[in-house]
């Protein structure tokens, strides 16, 4: 018997389903009841964490004063009318990213590591190994109550075989998500595949009609996948069979996903133009990205996102901005004055994205009449520190949103030597998830946040 190459991307790229409805306050008592991550109001908690490269130029990116005294930095100048949203946390660190006895390789474990807060395997082969991301333990708890249990976006082409740093898998550069500490989440580059999974294909009045149809290929396409998997599987050596339980599992999410999708019969057909594609416009490109995160949490689609700008290691130019010279020969600037403008501009081109995003959720009022920035949870940062030496202390982090009530913006907090997978435990309480003593290399929680 000839067994035929099955490529699970195939399967994953077309799944989609369509825009599901508002958060509505009828909808709330039933959310507290089942225990989910709600506010006070009940409406429900978003959280988001957005990947910048490359580390920052700290002169600029940290604030002056302190608590609730700070005047932000030139950086960070762009969201001074959200000041009251932002914490600004210094002293983060991910020790799990720094070289130890694997040398060189910094950039694939600050991407690998971030979300995580473990240290990657360093290979280049299939055998990755990291560890379950906080998004994705988040998305465990909480996602049965949307279209989507977590979305995964990325403004980088997707690369997930290969070396890509020093004997790092690509798959660690290019994927934040990770459900499964030998399975990533492959992030969806392309705009117009986001809209189509949110919302589904074709133009406004026919999206509801293409979106059952697609749901009955999916499930024929699925059948015969496990029907062909049971009729090899005698055939698989022992390591084969591990790889294929693993691939089934995949299988299986899409089929719950499915499952979970058809639950809501009232699928909106909202009036908007699918995206053509990926814009040339390096800011354009993000800024319709975040325009469909915005989308999947105002319309609960999904209440788990994370946004990786680009890999750590990015040598992307930034011609809309002026700049010729990649963005990673310019962070090794050696204390160059000239490099240095340079890559604190560009830090600063990725601030002024993320605050169209924020301002973006300001402006859109959720069910308990706040605005979804004041009900989300919005992480944004990177695991390098300094891409001049390659550190990972003292990271450039900060949190927007108010978490529903239950976190403190509105200050530059300053800590010392703290892993960020501390905060991450927090951010998993207010998420609900019950129980957990330990995330990645925590040393326990954070006191105020």
Not at 8 to 35: K, N, Y
Not at 87 to 94: D, I, R, T
Not at 101 to 118: I, K, M, Q
Request: contains cysteine.
């Amino acid at each position: 018997m000839k067994i035929t190459s099955l490529k699970r991307r195939h399967f994953l790229r077309g799944l989609g389903a369509c825009l599901s409805l508002p958060a509505f306050e009828a909808l709330a008592p039933r959310a507290r009841a089942a225990g989910l991550a709600t506010t006070a109001t009940g409406a429900p908690q978003r959280m988001a964490f957005i990947y910048f490269p490359n580390g920052a130029i700290h002169g600029q990116w940290w604030p002056m004063g302190e608590g609730s005294n700070f005047t932000l930095g030139n950086t960070l100048a762009p969201l001074e009318s959200l000041k009251h949203r932002l914490q600004v946390v210094s002293g983060f660190e991910h020790k799990n990213a720094e070289a130890g006895n694997d040398g060189a390789g910094d950039h694939a474990r600050a991407n690998g590591t971030f979300l995580t807060g473990v240290r990657v395997k360093k290979t280049a082969g299939s055998d990755i190994y990291v560890g379950i991301s906080i998004d994705q333990i988040a998305a465990r708890h909480i996602g049965q109550e949307t279209r989507f249990a977590s979305l995964e976006l990325s403004t980088d082409p997707h690369r997930k075989s290969g070396g890509c740093d020093s004997g790092y898998s690509c798959a660690y550069e290019a994927n934040l998500a990770w459900r499964s500490p030998t399975s990533p989440l492959s992030p969806e580059s392309n705009p117009r595949l986001v809209f189509e999974r949110l919302f589904g294909s074709g133009p406004a009045g026919q999206r509801a009609a293409n979106l059952t149809r697609r749901r009955t290929q999916q499930k024929s396409i699925l059948d015969f996948v496990m029907d062909d998997a049971k009729a090899i599987q005698q055939q698989l050596t022992h390591r084969d069979k591990a790889k294929l339980d693993e691939y089934l599992t995949g299988v299986r999410e899409i089929e719950q996903r499915i499952t979970a999708a058809e639950r809501f019969k009232d699928t909106p057909d909202p009036a908007l133009d699918t995206p053509a594609g990926i814009p040339d416009a390096y800011d354009q490109y993000i800024k319709l990205m975040f325009e469909m995160m915005a989308l999947s949490f105002e319309t609960d689609s999904t209440r788990v996102a994370s946004l990786l700008l680009a890999h750590d290691g990015s040598n992307r130019a930034f011609g809309e901005i002026g700049i010729s010279e990649g963005h990673h020969s310019l962070s090794h600037h050696r204390n160059d004055p000239d490099m240095i403008s340079k890559v604190a501009r560009i830090d600063r081109f990725y601030v002024e994205q993320l605050a169209g995003f924020l301002n973006l959720l300001e402006s859109k009022k959720d069910a308990d009449g706040q605005s979804i920035l004041h009900n989300s949870t919005i992480v944004y940062g990177c695991g390098n520190s300094d891409g001049n030496r390659h550190t990972h202390s003292n990271l450039p982090i900060l949190v927007a949103g108010n978490g529903g009530g239950k976190l403190h913006p509105g200050r530059y907090l300053r800590l010392q030597d703290t892993p960020l997978c501390n905060l991450y435990l927090n951010l998993l309480d207010h998420a609900g998830v019950p129980d957990l003593e330990r995330f990645g290399d925590s040393t326990g929680r954070l006191a105020d946040i």
